[in-house]
């Protein structure tokens, strides 16, 4: 597609409810990154996949999230049993090269989670 | 330990006064340098990138940015700033031959004055 596609925009969830957001990175980008952006804050990342490997998932806050890549291409991000602190804007991004090279970064989803 | 500080939290100044936002780095690598800008509602869009070479790189709506490895800094600037300019401002650090992630500033806020 023309750019990083996120799905939902919006997603508001009851706490302790599990939710998964979408991510359609740009058609042929080998690297794909998961990014958590709170109120105020800039991003913090989350996970990273070169096509369907996960090299590294150091930014996952807890074991109830997380992220699979399984043909290489579309990316979701799970949470289970979400928390209040949980609510943020998920931001994905891909990238053509291996790794860093320009990222481009889709619009979002913003999570509640009342 | 990889970090990058963005001093100013808010910054405001004149439509068509002259733009400085501040940017400094710890990486332990030879750094890719980053400015992204983010408008209310929307994703991160690059603005310049700083990869190797001359040290004043050019980006987009008439943005530079000048890399000053003694300083460990890389300022952000544009002569004449427009009202459209108001957005959130991110400064952003990578690996340069490694596979890795974009570390983001917490960012800094400019606002317009009329």
Redesign the interface.
């Known amino acids: 597609g023309a750019g990083v596609s996120q799905s939902p925009r919006y997603k508001v969830a009851k706490r302790g409810q599990d939710v998964a957001l979408r991510c359609d990175p740009i058609s042929g980008h080998v690297s794909l990154f998961w990014y958590q952006q709170a109120l105020g804050q800039g991003p913090e990342f989350l996970t990273y996949f070169q096509n369907e490997a996960q090299l590294d998932k150091s930014g996952l806050p807890s074991d109830r999230f997380f992220a699979e890549r399984p043909e290489g291409s579309v990316s979701t991000l799970k949470i289970q049993r979400t928390q209040q602190e949980d609510s943020a804007v998920y931001l994905c991004a891909s990238s053509q090269g291996q790794g860093l090279s320009e990222a481009f970064f889709g619009q979002g989803t913003r999570l509640t989670v009342v | 330990a990889q970090s ?1 500080t963005q001093p100013d939290i808010h910054i405001t100044v004149s439509e068509g006064a002259s733009l400085e936002l501040r940017c400094n780095y710890s990486y332990g690598a030879t750094p ?1 340098l980053f400015w ?1 800008v983010q408008s209310p ?6 603005l310049l ?1 700083y990869f190797s070479g001359d040290t004043l790189v050019q980006g987009i709506k008439g943005f530079e940015a000048e890399f000053k490895r003694s300083q460990s800094s890389f300022n952000l600037r544009k002569p004449s700033v427009h009202w459209s300019d108001a957005a959130e401002y ?1 400064c952003a650090v ?2 340069v031959n ?10 800094t806020r400019l606002h317009i004055l009329p």
Request: glycine share 22%.
């Open positions: 990058v890719y992204y509602g929307q994703g991160l869009q690059l990138k991110f990578g690996a490694r596979d890795d992630k974009i570390i983001f500033g917490k960012g």
